[in-house]
């Protein structure tokens, strides 16, 4: 996988027959600039649902909610 | 502890904002299918997760389980098929595996991927769904207007159709959040297409007495005519949550989700819905989801008999009538006296005084519950709006 010169980034390695899969998948179904892009969704895909189980809230994402339920007066 | 999502995972099939601009771009570059509003209704529900587990239109296996197993093909308890229609002619040149887009209103919906295409036999529908083919059931007649074909795929909802009750539209994961927030262990979820009479209020709070809070969603979106609309609803409920109940244990939000009239079998599509909603129990009332006499007064309950697996508990809190001898309202289990001391509270006796301008007696429904309706110069649904 192609390393970003970000200080905040981190490269890691994957099979080259694969990265020319999702290359490939990118340019034919589109949605994604770049197989960076592409594999940093699935992770956070994975990675979330893990955290969040059964609600599918990252903490994040809870706070986002809490905010809206004190607007809208719920909470 | 709130409910378990039914399947175990509450369903997100929304993008996030980052995906949202390029996958709006290209939904204008796909074949384009304009759904209505319930089908609107249902794709935003699939992707918040109100329908979970599903994560798109139902594929011909799971359709077929539902209607003849009540159950997905993955033997979840599921009564009421979800599923998108269209004409021949709406997908012509589309192949399974391909993506479509989904208009609502004019603008891009959602991103489908495109299944399963298959045909449907609509009397058979009808016939399990609603025990009946007579065209004068009013799900009965809005099934055989619909398309031809049925699309089975997932979607990415790109965003919410229109919402006039926005303000007090809460989705599964927002109220899971707010059930936790408010400490609740023990969720009765309420739904109705009604304005709230006496007998409605009785039910609820005896559900209440025994759980932490009260999830009061009332549907809104298509009903029949001469059903309330849905603001003449949600302003009857805020009147007497207002006037009537301790705010810190109520909840009032709304679900747009299409009445089918589909009584015993769409009980249970209610309940599941609920559960998702995070509630762990479920009323149930009397001819729940009934229309006519097409079904029998406590078929909606008979049917969870068959469903041990369901995750949510059915509340069967039986029919509150106002007793002159006892003085308030009661139900037969409580009540001692003879039917001629008994008043029942007609829903279509309530009508008929509303139409009439006259206001109900305090015994049948709240002052403030009254006015409110009463303010309103259409509060029915009229014959030429369905």
């Known amino acids: 996988m192609v390393h970003k010169d970000m200080t905040e980034k981190v490269s890691i390695e994957i099979r080259r027959d694969l990265y020319d899969k999702a290359k490939k998948f990118i340019e034919e179904q589109g949605g994604f600039s770049s197989v960076e892009e592409l594999v940093e969704f699935l992770l956070e895909e994975v990675l979330s649902s893990e955290e969040a189980e059964e609600r599918g809230l990252s903490k994040e994402d809870e706070e986002k909610v809490k905010e809206r339920l004190r607007a809208l007066g719920y909470i | ?386």
């Open chain 2, 1 to 386: 502890m709130v409910s378990r999502p039914h399947g175990g995972r509450l369903i997100d099939r929304t993008v996030s904002p980052k995906r949202r601009e390029r996958l709006l771009e290209e939904a204008r570059e796909l074949p384009r299918i304009n759904v209505n509003e319930s089908i609107a209704a249902d794709a935003a529900n699939i992707a918040h997760g109100v329908y979970s587990p599903l994560e798109g239109f139902m594929v011909q296996e799971d359709y077929i389980n539902v209607l003849d197993q009540m159950r997905l093909s993955n033997d979840l308890p599921w009564t009421i098929p979800i599923i998108l229609d269209v004409d021949p002619e709406d997908i012509i040149g589309v192949n399974e595996g391909d993506d479509i887009a989904l208009y609502y209103r004019g603008e891009p919906l959602a991103i489908m991927r495109v299944e399963e295409i298959y045909g449907w036999n609509k009397k058979e529908y009808a016939m399990k769904v609603f025990k009946t083919t007579d065209p004068n059931h009013p799900g009965v007649a809005k099934t055989f207007k619909r398309r031809e074909l049925l699309i089975g795929g997932s979607i990415d909802l790109l965003k919410d159709p229109p919402e006039p009750f926005e303000n007090i539209r809460l989705w599964p994961k927002e109220t899971r959040v707010l059930f936790e927030a408010r400490g609740w262990k023990r969720i009765a979820a309420f739904q109705t297409r009604n304005v709230p009479h006496m007998g409605h209020e009785y039910v609820q709070k005896a559900a209440l007495t025994f759980t932490d809070g009260l999830f009061i969603n009332p549907l809104v979106g298509w009903k029949k005519p001469g059903d309330y609309r849905d603001e003449v609803i949600v302003k009857a409920y805020k009147a007497l949550i207002e006037h009537y109940y301790p705010k810190e244990v109520v909840v009032l939000s709304v679900l747009r989700m299409e009445m089918r009239y589909a009584g015993p079998r769409e009980a249970v599509h209610h309940a599941i819905v609920r559960k998702n909603f995070g509630a762990t129990h479920f009323i149930v009332g009397r001819d729940h989801a009934g229309v006519g006499n097409y079904y029998g007064p406590y078929e909606a309950w008979e049917i969870f008999r068959e469903f041990p697996d369901l995750g949510i508990t059915p509340l069967f809190v039986r029919e509150a009538f106002y007793c002159k001898k006892c003085g308030q309202m009661v139900n037969e289990k409580i009540c001692p006296h003879p039917e001629e001391f008994r008043i029942r509270i007609s829903g279509t006796k309530l009508r008929k005084m509303i139409m009439s301008g006259q206001k109900p007696p305090e015994y049948m429904m709240r002052p403030e519950v009254a006015r409110v309706i009463l303010e309103h110069s259409k509060p029915f649904i009229g014959e030429d709006e369905a």
